[in-house]
């Protein structure tokens, strides 16, 4: 198994194990409800998502969190340059299923 495959394996394990008892973080509000059909297809993007910044060598994927809801992909963390966020936001917006991104990466 090459390294960028455990990798992806690793942070989709990671994805599904954070998921699975989340009810924090900047999408998280009591009135918001999703059906389980919908959970699974924002976990499912976040994972590809996250998948993807691995898969991108110009990116430190391990530096930058994603939060899907209702295909709406939200970004944040650090990052070198200004570049690298812009590119968190490109490769974010080419997965199937993300209908907008919230790019709230920072610079270090």
């Known amino acids: 198994m090459t390294i960028t495959k455990r990798i992806a394996a690793a942070v989709f394990t990671a994805s599904m194990l954070a998921l ?3 009810a924090s973080g900047p999408f998280a509000k009591s009135e918001k409800t999703e059906s389980p059909k919908q959970y699974a297809g924002d976990a499912l993007i ?14 430190k994927a391990r530096e930058i969190n994603v ?17 690298e966020a812009a ?11 993300v209908t907008s991104v919230k790019n709230d990466i920072r610079l270090k």
């Open 20 to 22: 699975t008892g989340c």
């Open 46 to 59: 976040t994972t590809k998502v996250k998948a993807a910044l691995v898969n991108d060598p110009m990116l």
């Open 67 to 83: 939060e899907t809801y209702q295909g709406t992909v939200q970004l944040s963390g650090f990052v070198a340059t200004r570049e």
């Open 87 to 97: 590119k968190a936001g490109t490769v974010a917006r080419g997965i199937e299923g």
